[in-house]
């Protein structure tokens, strides 16, 4: 009787006879980590790197304003103002930042409060100590003391 049933089982799925055995192990080759295995069934990308290279070609510069004489003037003027004032007032200051990339760069704004501006190395120097270019400099604006908003 047993074995009418192991032969209508055996039509039912044929493989029920191997469905529950161990997995077979090889003496001469060690079983291959999950990671290593997972890494045959990963996504295969012919040209690496490319899609790379098209978003740094998409990427937008932006080219260096050149300031008129008039307008570096007033520049110079603010900046002799603030020291003057001991740098006590928030500034918004606009600047270029060179690309490392490719030609351009873009613009920045940086709200905060100037501690120094050292005329030999031709740097203001904010008072959390980040550094700017004063040629790399294109708008100054004093702010509002009264207006501490202005200094999110």
């Known amino acids: 009787m047993n074995e009418i049933n192991k032969l209508e089982d055996i039509k039912v799925n044929p493989y029920q006879s191997i469905l529950y055995l161990e997995h077979p192990t090889s ?11 997972a890494g045959q069934f ?4 012919a040209l690496t790197g490319f899609d790379d290279k098209i978003k740094e070609v998409q990427r937008l ?4 304003i050149l300031l008129d004489d008039s307008y570096q003037e007033e520049l ?3 900046l002799f103002y603030l020291e003057s004032k001991q740098f006590q007032e928030p500034v918004k200051v606009t600047y270029f930042v060179k690309d490392k990339r490719k030609e351009g760069g873009k613009y920045i704004e940086k709200v905060g409060r100037i501690q120094k501006i050292d005329s030999c190395q031709k740097k203001m120097i904010f008072q959390d100590k980040e550094k700017i270019m004063i040629s790399d ?8 003391l009264s207006n501490e908003d202005n200094l999110l």
């Open 137 to 144: 400099i294109v708008n100054i604006e004093i702010l509002d």
């Open 76 to 78: 110079d003027q603010k």
């Open 27 to 37: 003496l001469r080759h060690p079983r291959m980590s999950l990671l290593n295995r």
């Open 42 to 45: 990963a996504p295969f990308a």
């Open 61 to 64: 510069t932006s080219k260096k």
